[in-house]
C-alpha cells in the first residue's frame, strides 16, 4: 500500500541524485496473467555529490520483488529494505551493477500508468512517474540512462513488438512466442520509456531530412482502423519539414513510430522515437472526424514531434521544470498551427482557451507559478499553468527579443544542453545571452503566480500634439504569495485616428539608430512598450488627434487589461482595428459590457436593450468590408460568437448561473432576430462545393456557415429548426452533422430525438464518434439534462474505465454545461462527487481532473457554497482517497499539507 500520510516535495530542497544509472538492460516477459520485469542497471555514484556514502534508495509501486542481485550475487533479506515505494540496498560500492526481478499485473492496471493492458495488447505510460510501475529505478527525470530493451509475447495475439530506439535483433522463441530486442542510442530519462506489444495494423512511409537521410516513419492503429491514419501521417510529414525550415532541426532517429490506443490518460506522449498516442488525435476520416478534430490532430502531432528536441534532447531536471519543455513545445506547436492556417484566428482560439482554463486556475484555489514551488503528487501539476502560460511566457520573450535573436536563442540553448537535463533559467539565461536583452526581471514569471492586471489611463494635449498613457501594473494576491513583485509585461499597441488608420508612433526618447530588440521601429505602427514598474508613462509625440489606443495587440502578455472603453470607441476598433485580435478583442468587450449589463437590468426586472452600433458591428463583419461578405470567413465566425458562460462567470462577485444564462441567450436570439436576412443570406452563400476538404479556407467556410446556422435556430422558428435537421440527414462530412446536431441538441423539438437516435445507429461502431455523441447531450441547456446525463452512464455507450468516455459525458457536462451543473439545488454538485469518488478508486489521474470543476465554487452565492462545500467534503472523508484527488479538494477547501 502507498503511504498513507504523503508528503509535500519542495523546488527549494532539489539535489542532484546520489547515484546515476548510465545504462538499464530490461527483459519483460508477458503473459495472460501477469508480467515479469527483469531489469539490469549499471550504477555509479555521483561524483559531483558529497559525501559519497549513503544507501541506494529505487522508486517502486506495486512491485511484486521477487529476486535482487548485487554484482552478481543474490542478496539476503537483511541485506535490503522494501517498502509501499521504495528499494533500499544500505551498503553498495561506488560503481555496481544490480539486477531485480519482479511481477506486475497490467490487466489489472485500471490506473493506465506504467505497463498496462488494452484490448489490442499491452502499452505504456511513464510520465510523469510511471516507470517505477514497471520495474525498480531511481524515477526522477535528471536520472538519464541508455536502454536496451527485449520484449516476449505471443506471436498469433501480440504480433508488434516494439520500443524506443533502433530494433537490432528479433526471433522466435517456441511455444507460439517471440521476442524483440530495442536498443536506444541517446540516453533518456525514465519517463520517456515506451514499449507496445499488440495486434494492429500499420500505415508505413518515409521522409527525406534536409541533410538527405532516408527515415523511415510508422503508424499503428488498431485493426480495421487504417484508412483513418493517412491525415496523421501527412501531419507528420508537415512537422518535420516545418521545424527544419523554421527551427533546423532535423530528426535524429532512422525511424519514428507513433502508436493509437484507446484507452490513454492524456492526449499524447512523445516517448523517444515511439510516441504513443490517444487514438482521438491521430484517427481521422471526412464522415468521422470535423475540421476542429482535423486541426488537433494537426498540432498534436506536431507537439509530439517537436519534443523530440524540446523535451527529448534537451530535458527537465526536475518537474518543477516541466514548462520548460511543455511550455516551450506548445509554444512551437502555436506557431506551426498560425503558419498552418489562419494565424489570427489560432490566435484569437489559443486566447480563449487560456481564459477559460488558464485565467481562472490563477485566481483558484490550484493558482500556481508556471514554475512550482510545491508540489504533493506531480500529476496535477500538468496544467494550463504550465502548458498554456508556459507558452505565453516564451511568446513573451519572443516579443521582446524579436524573431531573429529567438531563433540565435534556440540555437545557442541546443549547444549548450544537448543531452542535458536543465531548468527554465538555462533557457532563459541563452535567450539572454543570444539577444542582449536583460531578463532578469522578466524571470518573475516563472516564480509568481497570478493574472496581472494592467490599468491604463491617457491624456492628449492637442495643443503640443502629445499622447500620454499611464500604465499601473498590480498582480492580485495568490495561495502562499499575498505581495507580488513587478513583472517585466510586454505591451504592444497601436494608435487609430478618427477614420480608423494607425497612427506612426513616435515615442518620446526614441532612438531610431537603436531602436531596443523586439519593439517596432520608430514611426511603426505597432510598437511594444516594456512595463517593468508600478507605475510608468509614456508619451507618444505628433499625434494629430486624440486617438482610439489599440492596447495588448495579439494579446502580447497574459494579463487582463483595464481601460474605460467607451461603446463608440469599441465599434470603432471592431471596425477599423488592423490587428485582427483586437477587432475580436473589442467585439467580445462589447458583448461582455451588454451582458453583465442585461445581469443587472433582468434583477430590475428589466428587458436587456442591445445599441444599434453593437447589431451594426455584427451586421459588418457578416457583409465584410466592401459587402460582399467577410474576407477571412473563419476569423468572422470567431467574432460574431459570444462569449461563453464560464467567462461572463469570471467577470462577476457573485456568480448567478441562472441570469447569465438567460442574458446570454437573450443576446444571441435578439441578434438572430434583427440580422436573420443576413445569416440567412451567409448561410447560403457559404456553402462549400465539391467533395470534402479540411482545408483552412473550407474549414473556414464552413465555420461560419454553421454559426449563421445556430444564430438562426435561437429564433426558434421551426423552419430554422427544420434547416439544422436537414443539414444534419444531408452532410457529406462531420463538421455540419455535428453542428446540425448540437444545434437540435438544445431545443425540445421533435427533431432533436431523431437525430440523436439516427446517429447513434449510424455510428455506434465508432468509439470516437459515440463521444461526440456523449458530449453534445451532456452540454445541452435543457432542464434534464443531468438527468439525461445519468442515463448516459448506464448505456452500453459509456464505461467509467475509459478516459475518453469520462471526459466525454462527466467532464463535459461539469466544466462545459455551466448552467446545469451548477444548478442551485446542487444536483450538479452531488453528481461529479459520486463520480469522482468511483473514479479515484480507477483512475485517480481522471478523478483528479474532474475534481478540478470544483475550483471556483467560493464565487457562487451562499446555497451553492453550501451545496459545493458538501460535496468537496464528502469526497475529502472518502476512506483510502489517493492523494491526487486528496491534494485538489484539501486546497479547494482552504487546508494545506
Not at 428587458?607 to 473563419?634: H, I, N, T
Amino acid at each position: 500500500m502507498r503511504d498513507p500520510t504523503p508528503k509535500t516535495v519542495y523546488l527549494k530542497d532539489y539535489t542532484p541524485p546520489p547515484f546515476i544509472v548510465e545504462a538499464i538492460d530490461l527483459d519483460i516477459d508477458l503473459r495472460d496473467d501477469h508480467a515479469r520485469v527483469r531489469s539490469r542497471l549499471a550504477i555509479r555514484r555521483n561524483p559531483n555529490m558529497r559525501p559519497s556514502t549513503g544507501p541506494l534508495v529505487l522508486d517502486g509501486d506495486e512491485l511484486a520483488l521477487e529476486s535482487v542481485k548485487l554484482n552478481g550475487r543474490p542478496l539476503a533479506q537483511d541485506e535490503y529494505r522494501l517498502d509501499a515505494q521504495r528499494l533500499i540496498i544500505p551498503q553498495t560500492p561506488d560503481a555496481l551493477a544490480l539486477e531485480t526481478v519482479v511481477r506486475i499485473h497490467p490487466h489489472q492496471n485500471t490506473q493506465l500508468m506504467g505497463l498496462y493492458a488494452s484490448k489490442d495488447g499491452f502499452f505504456t505510460q511513464c510520465e510523469p512517474e510511471g516507470f517505477r510501475r514497471i520495474t525498480f529505478f531511481i524515477d526522477r527525470p535528471d536520472v538519464m540512462a541508455r536502454y536496451t530493451t527485449t520484449i516476449h509475447a505471443d506471436k498469433a495475439r501480440y504480433p508488434y513488438l516494439l520500443s524506443n530506439g533502433n530494433l537490432i535483433a528479433q526471433g522466435d522463441e517456441g511455444s507460439g512466442r517471440h521476442w524483440a530486442r530495442w536498443e536506444d542510442p541517446f540516453p533518456k530519462p525514465s519517463y520517456l520509456f515506451a514499449m507496445v506489444a499488440a495486434k494492429l495494423d500499420r500505415l508505413e512511409d518515409t521522409f527525406i531530412t534536409r541533410s538527405g537521410k532516408r527515415a523511415r516513419l510508422q503508424i499503428y492503429v488498431e485493426p480495421g482502423k487504417l484508412d483513418q491514419a493517412g491525415f496523421a501521417m501527412q501531419a507528420l510529414k508537415k512537422a518535420m519539414k516545418w521545424d527544419e525550415d523554421v527551427f533546423g532541426l532535423e530528426l535524429d532517429l532512422d525511424q519514428y513510430m507513433i502508436v493509437a490506443v484507446g484507452d490513454f490518460n492524456m492526449g499524447a506522449m512523445e516517448n523517444k522515437g515511439l510516441n504513443i498516442f490517444n487514438t482521438k488525435y491521430v484517427l481521422a476520416r471526412p464522415d468521422i472526424a470535423t475540421d476542429l478534430d482535423f486541426q488537433h490532430i494537426d498540432r498534436v502531432v506536431a507537439h509530439e514531434y517537436f519534443h523530440n528536441w524540446t523535451g527529448n534532447r534537451v530535458t527537465c531536471r526536475d518537474w518543477f521544470q516541466l514548462s520548460l519543455k511543455e511550455g516551450l513545445t506548445v509554444f512551437r506547436e502555436q506557431e506551426f498551427g498560425a503558419d498552418m492556417y489562419s494565424r489570427p484566428v489560432q490566435r484569437i482560439c489559443e486566447v480563449r482557451h487560456l481564459r477559460a482554463t488558464q485565467f481562472p486556475e490563477d485566481a483558484g484555489p490550484m493558482a500556481h507559478p508556471v514554475r512550482p514551488q510545491s508540489y504533493m503528487e506531480i500529476s496535477n501539476f500538468y496544467t494550463a499553468t504550465v502548458y498554456e502560460k508556459g507558452a505565453e511566457v516564451v511568446r513573451m520573450i519572443h516579443t521582446l527579443i524579436g524573431k531573429e535573436n529567438f531563433r540565435k536563442g534556440m540555437d545557442l540553448y541546443f549547444r549548450r544542453h544537448d543531452g542535458q537535463a536543465v531548468t527554465c533559467d538555462d533557457f532563459v539565461q541563452a535567450m539572454q545571452d543570444a539577444s542582449g536583452v536583460d531578463l532578469t526581471q522578466f524571470k518573475r514569471w516563472y516564480d509568481q503566480a497570478g493574472t496581472p492586471v494592467l490599468d491604463v489611463s491617457d491624456h492628449y494635449d492637442p495643443t503640443t500634439q502629445r499622447y500620454t498613457l499611464t500604465v499601473k501594473q498590480s498582480c492580485p494576491p495568490t495561495p502562499g504569495q499575498p505581495e507580488k513583485l513587478p513583472f517585466h509585461i510586454p505591451l504592444a499597441l497601436g494608435l487609430l485616428d478618427r477614420d480608423g488608420q494607425d497612427i506612426p508612433l513616435w515615442l518620446e526618447g526614441d532612438d531610431a539608430a537603436h531602436p531596443p530588440a523586439g519593439d517596432g521601429a520608430p514611426g511603426s505602427t505597432t510598437r511594444v512598450l516594456s512595463v517593468t514598474q508600478p507605475e510608468q508613462t509614456f508619451t507618444f509625440l505628433r499625434v494629430p488627434a486624440k486617438p482610439v489606443p489599440s492596447l495588448l495587440r495579439g494579446f502580447s502578455a497574459p494579463v487582463h487589461v483595464r481601460y474605460p472603453y467607451s461603446d463608440q470607441a469599441l465599434a470603432h476598433l471592431m471596425a477599423h482595428d488592423s490587428d485582427p485580435f483586437n477587432r475580436w478583442e473589442a467585439g467580445q468587450r462589447m458583448a461582455t459590457d451588454l451582458i453583465l449589463k442585461g445581469i443587472a437590468e433582468l434583477k430590475a426586472g428589466r428587458d436587456l436593450v442591445v445599441p444599434e452600433s453593437f447589431v451594426g458591428a455584427m451586421a459588418r463583419l457578416l457583409k465584410g468590408d466592401e459587402g460582399y461578405g467577410p474576407r477571412d470567413p473563419a476569423f468572422a465566425a470567431e467574432a460574431l460568437s459570444l462569449p461563453d458562460e464560464n467567462f461572463i462567470a469570471e467577470q462577476m462577485e457573485v456568480v448567478d448561473p441562472d441570469a447569465i444564462h438567460a442574458v446570454r441567450t437573450r443576446l444571441a436570439r435578439i441578434l438572430a432576430e434583427h440580422l436573420r436576412d443576413e445569416f440567412s443570406h451567409a448561410y447560403r452563400a457559404h456553402a462549400v462545393p465539391g467533395p470534402y476538404s479540411p482545408d483552412a479556407a473550407s474549414a473556414g467556410k464552413r465555420a461560419l456557415r454553421n454559426r449563421c446556422l445556430a444564430y438562426l435556430a435561437e429564433t426558434q422558428d421551426p423552419q430554422a429548426l427544420r434547416l439544422a435537421f436537414v443539414q444534419f440527414e444531408t452532410a457529406d462530412n462531420m463538421t455540419d452533422a455535428m453542428a446540425a446536431l448540437s444545434i437540435l441538441t438544445h431545443f425540445d423539438c421533435p427533431e432533436r430525438e431523431q437525430a440523436l437516435e439516427a446517429f447513434y445507429a449510424r455510428w455506434k461502431d465508432e468509439p470516437l464518434v459515440v463521444d461526440k455523441w456523449l458530449r453534445v447531450q451532456a452540454t445541452s441547456r435543457l432542464p434534464d439534462t443531468l438527468e439525461k446525463v445519468k442515463r448516459l452512464t448506464e448505456h452500453p455507450a459509456f464505461s467509467i474505465k475509459n478516459p475518453n468516455k469520462v471526459y466525454s459525458l462527466i467532464g463535459a457536462f461539469s466544466t462545459g454545461n455551466h448552467v446545469r451543473f451548477h444548478a442551485a439545488d446542487g444536483a450538479g454538485y452531488q453528481f461529479l462527487a459520486d463520480q469522482v469518488i468511483i473514479l479515484d478508486k480507477l483512475n485517480p489521474q481522471v478523478a483528479a481532473r474532474l475534481a478540478r470543476a470544483f475550483d471556483r465554487w467560493r464565487k457562487f452565492d451562499g446555497g451553492r457554497q453550501a451545496h459545493a462545500r458538501a460535496a468537496l467534503e464528502r469526497i475529502r472523508d472518502t476512506a483510502g482517497l489517493s492523494k491526487d484527488v486528496a491534494e485538489i479538494v484539501t486546497k479547494a477547501l482552504g487546508g494545506s499539507f
